[in-house]
């Protein structure tokens, strides 16, 4: 039996480490060393790589590392080239894990990472190498296909809900008109933005306006729901995506002004949507408006990570080592909700193929487009996710986090 090497790729979450915890200790009650990727799969193709049993000594660590957030071993955005097009670099990977005898390997991460899993699976099977690879989701966004959800997901909901409910009691301090526009990462897929909707309670209002990328977004109609609401309201405040888009396709945040900034898997940069429609409304109803950019501090808000969320994420990555030790490989986990109430939620093995380069969207029944909101299906399904509260391990006021000296490798 091989050893085991895993890595993280993708943007950060409050709970990634806690997947990254699950298949540290399948490994270790395997009695299998662990090797750790330092930045991915570009990393390893550096030889960067970590042997986790000398970082990770106790169960204290391991623990700490479960409430650790964003990557304990550093993250990469690197996209494989298509098999056939530098088949040397495909090599040079499977040396360098024949180097340390790897035959096990897992990659945390979303959509572009299990798109790795895939081209590494395919080509182990054409070139006949004993290598077993696992895809272990992530993503803040919830668009990855088949699962029911992703881990990441549930914390970054609970922080962004908490958030906007503290917002609303700010803006609501003053008698005087005022708009306040919430943007919400979501680049194609609104699951985020659309827990703004589990705000409304009995003790908060909730959100006035919910603005989903699955559905065109209209200038004109958004800017008279506006002034119609403004007649018996005076506080305003509205959740949109960041990647909300016209009729024409064009991303409401390059209205004003263009963005053509391109990342390595040739996604637009987006930003401004929020500050773009306060200046809109601002100059059509002339009242105070202020935008808000959560940005990058819904992905790592470990001071308000769901239970539900970091439970799961920790057993998806011992679920993972289970299905290596069945000889699985080109596997993803995926979550299958099977009671909403109560919730119950069982993990199963499902092919790469299905998943990789898929993405999934909200559901358009679960839209309310008639009153620019969400649909009680939608709240009964983000609802269960936010549930309980793990907190991080304070010392001397602060929270503590596991540290990995990472430029040392």
């Not at 908060?204 to 559905?215: A, F």
């Not at 998806?316 to 919730?343: D, Q």
């Not at 499902?350 to 029944?365: L, Q, R, T």
Request: hydrophobic content about 35%; aromatic content about 8%; overall charge neutral.
């Amino acid at each position: 039996m091989g050893n085991i090497i895993v890595g993280q790729s993708g943007g950060p979450t409050a709970v990634i480490n806690a997947s990254l915890a699950g298949v540290f200790k399948g490994g270790k009650d395997n009695n299998i060393k662990v090797y750790g990727m330092i930045n991915g799969i570009q990393g390893l193709l550096e030889e960067r790589f970590v042997e986790l049993n000398k970082e990770i000594k106790t169960d204290l660590d391991i623990e700490l590392l479960k409430r650790t957030p964003s990557a304990y071993l550093g993250s990469c955005r690197f996209k494989l080239p298509n098999i056939g097009e530098n088949d040397e670099m495909y090599e040079k990977i499977f040396s360098i894990l024949e180097k340390i005898d790897v035959d096990k390997f897992f990659y945390i991460g979303g959509n572009d990472s299990m798109d790795t899993i895939k081209k590494l699976h395919t080509y182990a099977k054409d070139k006949d190498k004993n290598v077993q690879f696992i895809g272990v989701p992530k993503t803040i966004d919830n668009d990855l296909a088949v699962t029911d959800h992703t881990p990441g997901f549930g914390s970054a909901c609970k922080f962004i809900a908490t958030t906007i409910k503290e917002i609303i009691k700010d803006a609501t301090v003053y008698d005087a008109k005022n708009i306040t526009i919430i943007e919400i990462m979501g680049r194609n897929a609104g699951w985020l933005t659309a827990s703004a909707a589990i705000t409304k309670s009995e003790d908060c209002n909730g959100v006035d306006l919910i603005y989903l990328p699955e559905v065109h977004f209209d200038i004109e109609d958004f800017v008279r729901r506006v002034k119609k609401l403004q007649k018996n309201k005076k506080s305003l405040v509205i959740a949109v995506s960041e990647g909300i888009k016209n009729k024409n396709g064009t991303n409401i945040c390059e209205i004003e002004e263009e963005n053509t900034i391109l990342d390595s898997f040739g996604h637009k940069s987006l930003s401004g949507t929020a500050v773009t429609l306060a200046k809109i409304l601002q100059r059509n109803l002339g009242c105070k408006t202020r935008a808000i950019e959560l940005n990058t501090t819904q992905r790592c808000a470990s001071h308000c990570m769901s239970e539900v969320d970091i439970n799961e994420s920790f057993l998806a990555g011992v679920y993972a080592i289970n299905l290596a030790m069945k000889g699985e490989s080109g596997k993803v986990v995926v979550f299958e909700r099977t009671s909403n109430a109560p919730y119950k939620m069982d993990m199963k093995a499902h092919d790469v193929y299905d998943i990789a380069n898929f993405e999934k969207k909200v559901p358009i029944n679960w839209i309310d487009t008639e009153n620019a909101t969400v649909k009680k299906e939608l709240i009964d399904y983000i609802k269960p996710l936010i549930q309980g509260e793990v907190y991080p391990i304070m010392v001397d006021g602060l929270p503590k986090h596991l540290r990995l000296e990472r430029e040392k490798y």
